[in-house]
């Protein structure tokens, strides 16, 4: 019997550093903390060592620079600068240690204080006719088709016994007028792709045209 693989979805890390210079700090002191003996993390690059010292330089020219003495607040960017380096390096790490077991990828990033970027889902678009903003017109939408696909959109006024064609179009979306107000009319759509050709006619929407 043969093995099918699933493929897995990549945990990757979203490094949203704080602008504050205080919530740097936190964020920073966070991420030493949760990395220190972290068993997911033998060998951190940096090392645990060289953050926990970013950090205490950028507490301490961070209070340097609250007394607005000159000189001090160029400090303290500088001092933020090497602290959010070794954290991108921290990042490149974490990454590598989350990419060999994707399975788990999810909670070793969490486990080291960080975040995990968000994937962002897009629902399925499915083929609907609503009312236009003019009187008498249709918004109709198709389901995608995929890139440099066109659509041919046809709509009936006697029940499917007779189709009108509608101009076509080079995205999944129409505005179709001049229909009869306060009844109810039917469409359709084929969709034209680069590599299928010309597909079949789709079931019919209703819609009660306004």
Do not use: C
């Not at 953050?51 to 209070?63: G, K, M, P």
């Not at 607005?68 to 974490?94: E, F, I, M, P």
């Not at 499917?160 to 759509?189: D, E, H, M, N, S």
């Amino acid at each position: 019997m043969g093995t099918t693989n699933k493929s897995m979805h990549r945990s990757t890390i979203a490094l949203d550093v704080p602008t504050k210079i205080a919530d740097v700090i936190l964020f920073a002191n966070n991420v030493v903390q949760k990395m220190t003996s972290n068993p997911s993390f033998p060998a951190p690059t940096p090392t645990i060592a060289a953050l926990t010292a970013a950090v205490n330089d950028l507490h301490t020219a961070e209070t340097a620079a609250l007394s607005r003495a000159k000189g001090t607040a160029t400090v303290r960017n500088d001092k933020r600068t090497v602290l959010v380096s070794l954290l991108q390096q921290l990042r490149g790490y974490v990454q590598s240690v989350a990419d060999a077991t994707p399975e788990t990828g999810a909670a070793i990033i969490e486990s080291a204080g960080l975040a995990v970027r968000k994937v962002a889902t897009r629902g399925k678009r499915v083929f609907a006719a609503r009312p236009g903003a003019l009187t008498g017109s249709a918004i109709v939408t198709a389901a995608t088709a995929g890139p440099r696909s066109s659509y041919e959109w046809q709509y009936s006024t006697d029940g499917g016994k007779t189709w009108v064609f509608a101009p076509a179009t080079t995205q999944g979306k129409t505005t179709i007028g001049g229909l009869p107000a306060g009844t109810t009319v039917q469409f359709r759509y084929l969709a034209v792709t680069p590599k299928g050709g010309q597909g079949d006619w789709s079931p019919a929407v209703s819609l009660l045209v306004k």
